[in-house]
């Protein structure tokens, strides 16, 4: 059943119309459906619309007070869980019958599984392409314990990731590094001490400050973003060692962050990790800033800064119910998409695919950035709606764990509302 507030959304949005494909920017400039460039630089009502000189293209666009974002055409269900906020706790079954408390981190093998974390039963689930829910490893009690599938423990896994051959990594609340095999033997890959810290090393010895991911390259040595140290990590051979990034490196300003190799590299904010099939890793670090690293080492920021720069004025709006700037948000979540994309999902639980070059970017996910979506419907919301982007569908306004599939399925975990969605793209 859907809260009262859902249906007078529903209705509220059902005129909408969605553009096709994705709804793209492209360096600042839209179109509208009459072929229009379309650049939102300054609020006004619908009819109010004017021409402008728009001074970082010097092209003729048209102002619009209206949102031209009325959703990516693209389709959100519901696999697994049950979507509420209300409905939580522990079931092995199938679909919106199982359960789940808190899932957070999700990754999928190469048949096309899901596995997720489900923090707050401390198991790790598995959902097959069919939605049948089992539980891969995990007792259900909070602890740190090796041994073959539910006999091992977990102590809220909040991350995990699938190297495509054989092992998955989790990390638990406290810093503890965990490793799975396919037959869902859990060993410990690091276990942390009493208090967090930085030290490399024999692993025994050596130290983290806030473990966020862990990733492995084709060789097999695996990394680690180590959050609060403004590091990334690597450990070879049972040694752990400081790939980029300089812990003592004193900085007053997110602007000051340096690109370079190894520890002439500086971080700022470090949030997520990423690797892709020739082991580059990919980081969010800072707000709206993505890094790359070479297997070498070597760190280079990626020029998100001119595209989001160009497109910021494109959220503007005033359509009598919302007044101001619907800007990129916050990068929180990154994957890669087959083709070289990146997906990237923001804090306020919109995703949106760039391409690999950073030229363009493109709506996947709308969720909030909707014309009818508003604020106090979120607030006064109690369960996901599945359906169109914006046409029905419901999501929260938080961050959302990201994985694809081999075939280029995009699933993501609703960790207050306990499921887990797929996007299927239009086509």
Known sequence: ?????????????????????????????????TNNAISNSSSRTNAQSSTTSDNSTGSKLLRAGKDPFVGSGNTIITIAGSGSGNEMGFKDEKGKDALFQHPEGITSDENGNIYVADRNNH??????????????????DRDTKNGEGKEAAFDQPFYIWYDGVKNFYVVEDKNNVRKINKEGKVSTVFKA??????????????????????????KGEIFILDANNNCIRKISAGVVST?????NTQMQYETQVKDGAGAKATFWNLRTMVIDKSDYLYVIDGPQRIRKITPEGTVSTLPFDELIKK??????????????????????????????????GTEKGVIHEVSADVKNIHFVYTGIHCNSHKESDYRAMTEM???????GCVGSDKSKPLTITKDGKIYFTERNYHCVREIKLKK
């Open 1 to 33: 059943m859907l809260h009262a507030q859902h249906i007078k959304l529903c209705a509220a949005i059902a005129f909408c119309a969605s553009l096709s494909g994705y709804s793209q920017i492209n360096l600042g400039k839209l179109k509208d459906k």
């Open 123 to 140: 198991r790790i689930r598995k959902i097959t392409p069919t939605g049948e829910v089992t539980t891969f490893a995990g007792s259900g």
């Open 193 to 218: 001490r009493n208090y967090p810290g930085y030290a490399d090393g024999e692993i025994g010895d050596a130290n983290f400050d806030d473990i966020k991911s862990v990733v492995a390259n084709s």
């Open 243 to 247: 790939f980029a990034g300089n812990k």
């Open 311 to 344: 497109t910021k004025s494109t959220y503007e709006i005033d359509d009598g119910n919302f007044h101001g700037n619907r800007e990129i948000d916050v990068f929180y979540e990154l994957a890669i998409l087959p083709n070289g994309n990146f997906l990237i």
């Open 385 to 391: 709606a599945d359906g169109e982007d914006c046409k």
